[in-house]
């Protein structure tokens, strides 16, 4: 915001704005009025014709609005200047767009005062004068119109047409900004950040860019991109191919479910090696439900859980995944394009019960998926498909972990042998290859975490996750410390959920309730940044 913030026309979609113009436009009649003709006649002609545009039929909805347009109704003159300006229908022509914007102008119509404002600021269709065009962003701004307020803000930010006057321009980008105005709420964002007509407060700037990205907000230039990417975790700059990362550039809410016969099924269970790496004697000793098992007798029994879905099981599947895709599309998100996803189903029992889990790609769900509710069984399966995505895009694996302040390292933790003794694997993290800043004993120390029980198997029956907790580990170190024991752990994970074992499974679980909750809002969430962030990386990611 050093320049100008670029001043748009308010090219509102015909569809959108006729209905709020027939219905606020002045009432008085017009000099031009024809004959017994009223202006209710020619309301229901910009009506028939808004209905035509709707259609795409600009040429049949031209004659109706000139006819409106004549009869003094100024949302038709208004129409016609977007007609004009946008060459819709018609040849483009800026000074008949003027003619007609002032034509509704004059009327009241603060739609067209704003328009006719920025033709000109920009000397487009009109010879170019700042001070005519503050008078007409003025006019409508007076009638609260949204643009209006936005545009008039940069009047007064860049002192054409007006004396520069740095704090109405912030209240004028404020008063855009409650009226959800994308412009307006990134304009405030931006004062925070440049210390214009308030004080510099960076965490204020990041919350407002967070509002401008929620409402549809695509920066112009690199400065504003910079600035998005310093204060906001996660955010992709989209705006094309060529600047925005490949990953990024080829995403899609389109997925593919394909259901594993058990035989291939089988073979997925046999070939998850990145989990069998992880599987020392104590996970034996559980999941076997013995001691002195091996992992190959671990192998051959799971492998025998593996069954055969039943039709109404996979038709629940390909009912929730096209709900996250309608969900996705609704509330104009993108996930990266894993392709087809495969989907194995087996008793549980190699996984203490697990409802769900993902290895090597492939989701492996259970009988308790399917006595899940709708919405239990819908964040289940949204937490494994971010598994499946962490898994294949290592980008979008990075920007979910910033959330919760974890940075992905290109290498696994040489994690001590005492300690790798007592870790429970878990088929959804195959590395343990990410690390935070906790602070222990008042030490800023960098971390990862484990998950490890107390409870020791002695007889059949005996289950792990009665005694599991989380251990935070610091990078060097054999000491392992409870999340009690590390004075921020709560600020640094967020407080969205208990399951916590790993930062895989930390987000997985906020992505599976925040794409659940996009209909209500995030404000039941504790730390409502972390799916804000979710929300802001999906939106800039898409294409």
Same mark, same amino acid.
């Given at each position: 915001m050093q320049k100008l913030i670029a001043l748009v026309l308010s090219l509102c979609m015909l569809m959108s704005v006729l209905p709020a113009m027939a219905e606020n436009a002045p009432a008085a009649e017009n000099e031009n009025a024809a004959g017994k003709e009223t202006p209710d006649e020619a309301a229901v002609l910009a009506e028939q014709a808004k209905a035509l545009y709707e259609a795409g039929d600009y040429e049949a909805a031209l004659p109706l609005f000139l006819k409106a347009a004549e009869m003094g109704n100024p949302s038709a003159q208004y129409a016609l200047g977007l007609f004009y300006d946008l060459g819709l229908g018609v040849q483009k022509d800026a000074e008949k767009a003027v003619e007609y914007y002032r034509l509704a102008a004059d009327q009241g119509l603060a739609l067209a005062q704003c328009n006719l404002g920025v033709c000109y600021y920009n000397g487009n269709g009109v010879e170019q004068d700042y001070e005519m065009a503050v008078k007409y962003t003025r006019l409508a701004a007076d009638q609260g119109d949204v643009q209006a307020l936005y545009n008039l803000g940069n009047d007064y930010f860049s002192g054409r047409g007006v004396e520069k006057d740095y704090s109405e321009a912030y209240r004028l980008f404020c008063l855009a900004a409650e009226k959800g105005n994308a412009d307006g709420l990134f304009a405030v964002g931006e004062c925070y950040y440049l210390e214009i007509g308030v004080e510099k407060d960076l965490e204020a700037a990041a919350e407002w860019y967070r509002k401008a990205l929620d409402a549809g907000f695509v920066p112009r230039d690199d400065e504003e991109a910079a600035h998005l990417k310093e204060l906001i975790p996660g955010w992709v700059d989209n705006r094309s191919a060529e600047s925005a990362p490949a990953e990024a550039s080829a995403r899609t809410t389109k997925i593919e479910a394909h259901f594993a016969s058990v035989e291939e099924g089988q073979q997925l269970m046999r070939n998850r090696t990145l989990y069998h790496e992880q599987i020392n004697a104590k996970n034996l000793e559980f999941m076997l439900q013995k001691k002195g098992g091996t992992l190959e007798e671990f192998i051959d029994y799971a492998a025998e859980q593996v069954q055969p879905f039943e039709p109404e099981e996979e038709k629940r599947i390909s009912d929730i995944l096209a709900w996250m895709q309608a969900q996705m599309e609704k509330h104009g998100l993108a996930l990266p394009d894993p392709g087809t996803i495969t989907f194995v189903k087996s008793s549980g029992k190699e996984a203490a019960g697990a409802a769900g889990y993902t290895s090597e790609g492939a989701v492996f769900l259970t009988p308790e998926f399917n006595s899940l509710t709708e919405d239990q069984a819908r964040e289940i399966f949204v937490h494994e498909i971010f598994h499946c995505l962490s898994r294949l895009f290592p980008e979008f694996r990075q920007a979910m972990y910033s959330l919760i302040h974890f940075k992905v390292l290109d290498h696994d933790i040489d994690i001590p042998q005492e300690i790798r003794d007592e870790i429970m694997a878990n088929p959804d993290v195959e590395h343990h290859n990410s690390t935070a800043v906790f602070t222990i004993n008042g030490e *800023? *120390? &960098?971390?990862?975490?484990?998950?490890? @029980?107390? @409870?020791?198997?002695? *007889?059949?029956?005996?289950?792990? #996750?009665? +005694?599991? =907790?989380? !251990?935070?580990?610091? #990078? !060097?170190?054999?000491?392992? =410390?409870?999340?009690?024991?590390? &004075?921020?752990?709560? %600020?640094?994970? +967020?407080?969205?959920?208990? =399951? /916590? &074992? %790993?930062?895989?499974?930390?987000?997985?679980? /906020?992505?599976?309730?925040?794409?659940?909750?996009? %209909? %209500?809002?995030?404000?039941?969430? *504790? @730390?409502?940044?972390?799916?804000?962030?979710?929300? @802001?990386?999906?939106? /800039?990611? +898409?294409?």
């Open positions: *800023k *120390k &960098e971390c990862y975490l484990v998950f490890l @029980t107390d @409870t020791v198997f002695e *007889k059949p029956g005996d289950i792990f #996750i009665n +005694g599991a =907790y989380v !251990g935070i580990v610091p #990078i !060097g170190e054999s000491v392992i =410390y409870r999340a009690d024991e590390v &004075e921020d752990f709560w %600020d640094v994970i +967020g407080r969205n959920t208990n =399951y /916590n &074992e %790993d930062p895989e499974e930390i987000m997985a679980t /906020n992505f599976g309730m925040t794409i659940l909750r996009l %209909d %209500d809002g995030m404000e039941s969430f *504790k @730390t409502p940044e972390i799916p804000e962030g979710i929300i @802001t990386y999906l939106k /800039n990611g +898409g294409k």
